[in-house]
């Protein structure tokens, strides 16, 4: 259910289908995030002759002439869109359609690894999958359409419900509750929509659900959503290039009314974001309070994406009225989620290293307590709070060390790294900085994602002799 009621948000110009393991509620350990978006504007059809055509709409047939069974070839038959004609090859007079230029026009900085007839990103989360729908069933599959549907799956298969570690019987609560907190949906979600542009118009989709739909559990679901999508809306507000600070005013409002209707999304990050609105305000003091109260929810009982439950954690969830709050307000009382700031002024100044924020090629995402601990560090730094200073960034490079709160993403540990080099930098130890550098390279290595290049060339590029990477064995943390 949350699976459909996501992809009804994502976009209304496709069709978009999450398909696969995860789609099916089953999310297994190193599998990725299948989905499909189906393009409306295409038609496919077996024949042409009974079409009565659309003039906003491009039109193929099917050609099997000379291809393999299974497979068959498009033959462009009608289309007005500029955009279709790139996309085919000529064959001896006639216009197909070429599988490589279709997927070649769906690639973005971040989703340009060929996976088959997929764009993966470089952490391999997920698969998407640009697709043609044909409506009516081909001539050749007709027999399908009466076979019975009861012969597979037995019954004996779709009672099954593995537990997520095996070595713990678990309760079906419990199994199916860290299925939900370890899956990327919610990720998901927000990636989509930095991809397909649309949180104004999933936004509006929400709230007219919300207010249209007639079921508790329906409307409940989208309510969470909604919440996620108001962390993506100052990302699609147009920034204000007029000067003077009723419009600086106005915008700052206009912020900080979605962040707040975020809070309600989980007990930490989000908190965490709205700190960063206060640091690029300039309110420190404010941000130093949020930034405590956000490391103080950081418990044991709290759940980090990609970590096994542990037994305070199974022990809370078999209690009764823990389990009668319900998967979502679990969600929002227990996982700990990375901060995800978007190509938006929220990001701090000191990570940009002078890159306009419309040209970033990336989307910084930190863990929470990474976060907290890097805005602890900047604020005190411009507070002239040196001694504090220090403490955070040792705690920053102790939570980095253990990898406290921090996910199994290679982007992530890398982003951590580089934000441990700027905090270094800061407090004059260049030395330990470079290391961080380094081992935010070695994690993601795409220097088209990674500034740490750019910091790492500014440190040794007044010192006239070659650096060479080698893998050193970091930790760093500072003596009191």
Sequence with gaps: ??????????????????????????????????????LKEIKVYETMSSVVKENDKTYFSMNMEETKPGFTSLLLEYTHAVDVLPMCTDVRGRIFLSNVKFKKRFEQPRLNVDHGPCLSDHDSLYDYCFCLHSESWITSANQWIIRPNNSWPSPEITL??????????????????????????????????????????????????LLNLQSTRIQ????????????????????????????????????????????????????LILAALFYKTQQYNKVLYLTLYSLSKCTSEKLCQGKDLTDIQIELLSLKTIQKKGKINLLKLLKVQSCAFGRTFLIPTELQMNVPIGELKFFPILPAVVSAHFLRVLCHYHL???????????????????????????????DSYDCLGVALQLIGETENAKQAFVRSIELKPEQVFNLSYKRLYEIVKGVGRVLVLKKPNFQYMFED
């Design 1 to 38: 259910m949350m699976n459909n009621v996501r992809d009804n948000l994502v976009t209304d110009v496709n069709i978009c289908i999450t398909s696969g393991s995860f789609g099916e509620s089953i999310e297994m350990k190193g599998s990725d995030i299948d989905v499909m978006h189906v």
């Design 160 to 209: 099954f419900e593995p537990s997520p570690n095996l070595d713990i019987p678990l309760l079906p609560f419990i199994c199916s509750f860290q299925q939900l907190a370890n899956s990327n949906f919610l990720l998901m979600l927000k990636q989509n929509f930095f991809l397909m542009g649309n949180t104004r118009k999933g936004y509006v989709r929400a709230v007219h659900n």
């Design 220 to 271: 409940y679901i989208y309510l969470y959503f909604m919440s996620a999508l108001s962390e993506n809306m100052p990302k699609a507000i147009p920034q204000i290039k007029r000067d003077g600070n009723k419009y600086f005013y106005k915008q700052y409002n206009t912020y900080l009314s979605y962040l707040l209707q975020n809070t309600h999304q989980d007990c930490v990050s989000e908190w």
């Design 384 to 414: 002239n709070n040196l001694k504090q200073c220090r403490k955070s960034v040792s705690a920053l490079g102790l939570t980095i060390a253990e990898e406290y709160f921090i996910p199994k993403l290679k982007s992530e540990k890398s």
